[in-house]
């Protein structure tokens, strides 16, 4: 039975967006309700309970606005809190991780992957344990990039300095070995081309945005949640704090039609759930 | 009258710890009470209205705790929610933008007077408003340098890409001729090296938490509010989320005596005030 109402996605902020585009292209008669935790922006570098917080409290929010399936479009709250929403919530809950991770273990050949994010989703071990629950055998090195997202919301996209840290981070991985990187946060995609440029032409790229969104197509058509075919798809973005300079960034690097973009109160006390 | 109640200092994080440093040393038998909002940092990109509700709900957790006196050590906070911080609070309070901005005038002799600082600060005029209201003849050129921080908390201290990075932000503010350049951010004294090194031995270095701290002693002592001569000083600090990586690059570059870390729950509601 086809199921109209919206596809919500949220993220600590706007890199989630680059689910959205992936998903937009992909199911493009479906609605989306994408939800940026801006006033909170980035949970990254927070605590691991801090980040279950707040991922409750918005997801909570998006149940608010009856959407159909939940889709966690932000590595570090993949990371640690998919397992208590997928507990808690009413709706099917897709995270960046586990697809992530099937799509680095079909593309590795040495069986070693790198996997590069923030420092909460690298510091949780969430990709390895992901990994290594889909093969025994793939041995993986991580690394935290905190300074990728800020050098992505500044706006050096083509940018030598933005090169020269990209080069800096993979060293390690690179001499390490590695034949596959997992792009394990959803900013990163716009710093594809710096990235593929680093690691050279025999190492590939594993996009989690492109990869969660295929999961989402999978769950929809096997729960019979998909849009009826004539449907003509939508955007909604909301944020909880006023949009700034990286909306401009964002719109302009994905080509994606936005919209206006609302605010929104945090409802606090989700976390009592 | 003596007063051994606590100095309550807060900022959106760990970086107003640099202006605790410049108090422990000026102020040495004083207490001091620390609150980081570490699970809401960074203030510094978000928008006028959230940080003025940030800031209020974290003094208003400051005033429980007994302290005499309020210093906002962050200057996004400082730069938009000061009015009403000093409209509301029973405490005095002391903000970081007016002595860094008297510390400029002063200063100055060309009086062209640059200011860096986070997106918020900058956009938020409130330098350009403190320099203007004691000097008509102060030209300003301010610029906003949101990969500072980050790159601080990585701990990128002595590096050439930091080094290249403050390169890039100041050169614009070589080139139009400012004598004096105000470090916006109580995180920025923590490159005051790298930062006096780009900008030449004929521009000079407004260090706020400096001028802050100068400016809580002159308070204490005009409100007589200063400790008893015979106290020994004490440092508490208390963060809304774990310590990370951030406060291990703190201690060791401030060489300061932190203790143990408490965690305190925001107290949300205080903005309806």
Chains 1, 2 share one sequence.
């Not at 009413?90 to 050949?109: D, F, M, N, Q, Y």
């Not at 889909?134 to 500044?154: D, F, G, K």
Request: aromatic content about 4%; hydrophobic content about 45%; proline content about 5%.
């Amino acid at each position: 039975m086809p199921d109209s109402r919206p596809i919500g996605v949220f993220d600590s902020g706007i890199g989630g967006l680059t689910v959205v585009k992936a998903l937009r292209e992909l199911l493009p008669n479906e609605k989306i309700f994408y939800l940026g935790d801006t006033a909170r922006v980035p949970y990254g570098s927070k605590s691991a309970s801090t980040v279950e917080r707040y991922s409750l409290e918005i997801t909570e929010m998006l149940v608010g606005e009856g959407v159909k399936t939940i889709v966690v479009a932000c590595n570090s709250a993949s990371a640690v809190a998919l397992p208590k929403l997928e507990r808690i919530l009413s709706v099917p809950v897709v995270g960046v991780i586990l697809p992530g991770a099937k799509a680095a273990v079909a593309a590795t050949r040495n069986r070693h992957v790198g996997v590069i994010g923030t420092r909460a989703t690298i510091k949780s071990g969430a990709y390895e344990t992901a990994l290594s629950s889909l093969s025994s055998q793939v041995r993986v090195t991580a690394r935290a990039c905190p300074l990728l997202v800020p050098l992505i919301e500044e706006g050096w996209l083509n940018d030598e300095l933005t090169d020269r840290v990209i080069v800096r981070y993979l060293e390690p991985l690179i001499r390490e070995g590695i034949d596959t990187l997992v792009l394990g946060c959803t900013h990163y995609p716009l710093l594809s081309g710096a990235i593929e440029h680093a690691l050279g032409p025999t190492t590939t790229l594993v996009d989690s945005a492109r990869n969660c969104a295929t999961a989402v197509q999978e769950l929809l058509d096997r729960q019979q949640l998909r849009a009826p075919a004539g449907n003509s798809g939508s955007l909604e973005v909301a944020l909880t704090d006023a949009p700034d300079n990286f909306m401009r960034v964002a719109r302009e690097a994905l080509q994606l039609d936005v919209g206006e973009v609302q605010l929104r109160e945090v409802l606090h006390g989700a976390a009592k759930l």
